[in-house]
């Protein structure tokens, strides 16, 4: 068996552990579960796709990405329809721009072939490579803040507030209630060295929600309404593309912006969590992260195979940090999570009665984990401070990995030039700040 794991999923039975991989990937499902029941929801904003289809659609597509990871990259990231890019997928192209749901899926489809052709053409691992020491480092600690950030809205522990745009919830009463006492059960699972001790945090937390009850419906949190379902055919929306629009600027405009996201969304999760599981060395090698190439490139394929069924943008999720913080290091851990979707097409209710105040103490204390790497950024050096700190606040802040990274980029280099250290700037970073100066400008 050992051998054929090696084989399969870059297992080395000298320095990984089977079980390990197996929980990572179950934790890592637990914590990325919620886009089964958020998608659809999101998609129900358009005529013409049903939310069963779209589940299905989710899941699928989840599958096929995370499976393209784990046996060609041999990595343990899962992918899914990405959160943000569904949003203007429904929100921007199609109720803001006016354009069908068919026009938007041909975008996708469009953007997924590119990502495709960069990868194979080693663009994607050049723009990567380009980003400088002090900005890798300051991505995964953003990333940490912006994922613990998710876990503490999911939780209601960090509420909207009209004056204040964010304040703390009713942490005495409900999910935030529920979430805080989550989080003390995981942290003193992990501070025990309990192996798995974040899926066992989320399944013990998932178990409390039955008994408190959410007071605003009267309800337990926990909401179990069956065991097994039969998945709906994805037939209404697979292969629904639209290709009259294919040469207008809007198509550009929104395949461009399709790309932008998804690609430096990928690149700031492939550095953030490498950063967070100490698996990058100093300096920016080649070499820093291997095997960049099959990881952007199972990305693509996710995007191109999900577009077919019927979905949005394909991404890797942030929220596989959560498996590699539970030793995750293998392609196993990825397929462990593929086989999870898998049993989530059959026993959907089981899976979507996880609420989000269970995952969250997951999610807050993976962010912990991925504080570390601003230990090595050089505060001292305010060329260097100043874009590291920009770049880790703005992604939650923001809302997003890609403004965090763009506003890094483009400050690194204003900073550099205004002091005169036009050595310390390649043309690679002056050639993206203008990009990204272009982006926030014209798009």
């Known amino acids: 068996m050992k051998p054929a794991f090696e084989k399969l999923f870059g297992f080395d039975s000298s320095k ?16 990325m579960a919620y886009i089964l029941a958020v998608n659809p929801a999101i998609f129900s904003a358009l005529d013409g796709m049903p ?13 096929i990405g995370t499976v393209v990871m784990a046996l060609y990259a041999k990595k343990p990231f899962a992918l899914a329809p990405g959160m943000g890019l569904n949003a203007f997928f429904v929100y921007t192209v199609c109720l803001g721009m006016g354009y069908s749901w068919q026009f938007a899926l041909t975008a996708v489809l469009i953007e997924g072939l590119l990502f495709i052709v960069l990868t194979l053409t080693k663009v994607r691992t050049w723009l990567l490579n380009a980003i400088p020491g002090t900005l890798k480092k300051a991505i995964g600690a953003g990333i940490g803040l912006f994922i613990a950030f998710i876990g503490l809205q999911n939780a209601g522990i960090i509420v909207n ?8 919830g009713h942490i005495t009463e409900g999910t935030a209630l529920l979430g805080m006492i989550g989080l003390f059960i995981t942290a003193g699972l992990v501070m025990a060295k309990v192996r798995g001790g974040m899926l066992w945090g989320i399944l013990a937390t998932t178990l409390l929600g039955l008994v408190i009850k959410d007071p605003a419906t009267g309800e337990a949190i926990t909401k179990l309404n069956g065991v097994v379902a039969l998945p709906d055919s994805v037939k209404p929306i697979a292969f ?25 969304d990928t ?55 959560s498996g590699v913080g539970e030793g995750g290091r293998t392609g196993l851990t990825a397929f462990s999570t593929a086989v999870c979707f898998v049993l989530a097409l059959f026993f959907s209710p089981l899976f979507l009665a996880i609420p989000g105040a269970a995952t969250a103490p997951a999610l807050i204390i993976v962010g912990v984990m991925m504080m570390h790497s601003v230990t090595r950024i050089h505060w001292d050096d305010y060329c260097k401070a100043i874009p590291a700190f920009i770049t880790l606040i703005m992604m939650p802040l923001a809302y997003s990995i890609s403004d965090g990274i763009l506003l890094g980029v483009i400050s690194y280099v204003l900073c550099h030039a205004v002091a005169g250290r036009f050595k310390d700037i390649s043309i690679t970073m002056w050639i993206l700040a203008a990009l990204f100066i272009c982006k926030y400008i014209f798009i």
């Open 161 to 168: 507030n009209d004056a204040t745009l964010v304040s703390l």
């Open 267 to 321: 690149m700031g999760t492939i550095i953030g969590v490498h950063q967070g599981a100490g698996l990058v060395p100093e300096g920016n090698r080649r070499d820093d992260i291997p095997g960049m190439e099959q990881m952007f490139l199972a990305d693509s394929i996710g995007t191109v195979c999900g577009a077919c069924l019927g979905t949005s943008t394909t991404t890797t999720y942030v929220e596989s940090a």
């Open 16 to 31: 990984h552990n089977v079980r390990t991989e197996i929980l990572a990937g179950i934790t890592t499902f637990l914590t």
């Open 240 to 264: 629904q593309f639209e290709w009259h629009n294919v040469l207008t600027l809007d198509m550009l405009v929104v395949v461009f912006t399709f790309l932008f996201i998804d690609m430096f």
């Open 51 to 63: 939310g069963g289809a779209v589940f299905t659609a989710t899941a699928v597509a989840a599958i």
